[in-house]
């Protein structure tokens, strides 16, 4: 499974393969390890570092209001 988040200047590739219960909200990658976000009350996990940069950008963007 690859990770392939896009902005306006880079596209980034990451390799992961997890079974878990949780989804990166950016991309939609299962994710079990990292530090969370927590963000209006939910806990928020990442495959990389360029989807959490995202989120911490616009958390409303990748959550339901």
Do not use: L
């Not at 299962?30 to 996990?45: A, F, L, N, T």
């Not at 959490?52 to 339901?64: L, S, V, Y």
């Amino acid at each position: 499974v690859w990770c392939t988040y896009f902005d306006s200047n880079h596209m980034v590739f990451y390799s992961q393969k997890n079974n878990n219960d949780m989804k990166d909200p950016v991309c939609g990658m299962d994710v079990e390890k990292g530090d969370p976000i927590e963000y209006k009350g939910k806990q928020y996990r990442f495959c990389c570092a360029t989807c959490r940069w995202a989120f911490e950008q616009n958390p409303d963007q990748f959550t339901e209001s």
